[in-house]
């Protein structure tokens, strides 16, 4: 077997290409205001949320746009050939990885402990190295905006029902 595996391992070695991977660690952090005064407006589970982050994210529209900021179309696809994008940009998704960070925690206030997401870590695999940095770079950037865009929108929802709430209240 020795004989066998060893200059298989060698061939293979030599043989399959060469595959960058980067990625960034997103760190979650909890709101700094205390729940006692100011519930948070961002409900749920990290996970959850961050499913919806990524539906939002990972659309074909944001995936072509990265592709066009880094003139990758022009160097797999022509833009005119649909089915040649598309490949493209399910080989890109594909190269797209997310991993959840966890940690036990104990809520010594409450008596209650378990596991919670703390961070988040996103890759891209590509054959060449500052591909790889350059889609996850605009892939973190992405993520952060859209996070900034959804925590707006709940904040003034909370804000415009605190709004009549208040006028309800003076009335």
């Not at 944001?62 to 490949?87: H, M, Q, R, Y």
């Not at 500052?130 to 905006?145: P, R």
């Amino acid at each position: 077997p020795l004989f066998f595996i060893f200059p298989l391992s060698i061939l293979l070695a030599f043989t399959l290409p060469t595959i960058y991977r980067s990625s960034a660690t997103i760190l979650i952090e909890q709101q700094e205001i205390p729940e006692e005064l100011v519930r948070s407006t961002v409900t749920g589970y990290a996970e959850v949320r961050l499913q919806e982050i990524s539906r939002r994210v990972l659309t074909r529209g944001n995936l072509t746009i990265i592709a066009d900021k880094l003139g990758l179309l022009n160097e797999f696809a022509s833009p005119a050939d649909d089915i040649a994008v598309e490949e493209f940009l399910t080989e890109m998704k594909r190269n797209i990885g997310m991993a959840m960070a966890s940690a036990k925690i104990s809520n010594v206030g409450r008596g209650k402990s378990g596991t919670a997401t703390i961070a988040f870590n996103l890759n891209y695999d590509n054959e060449i190295p500052e591909i790889a940095q350059q889609v996850v770079t605009e892939l973190v950037t992405l993520y952060l905006e859209e996070n900034v865009k959804i925590r707006t929108q709940r904040a003034e929802v909370t804000t415009e029902f605190l709004a009549v709430e208040a006028e309800t209240l003076n009335k």
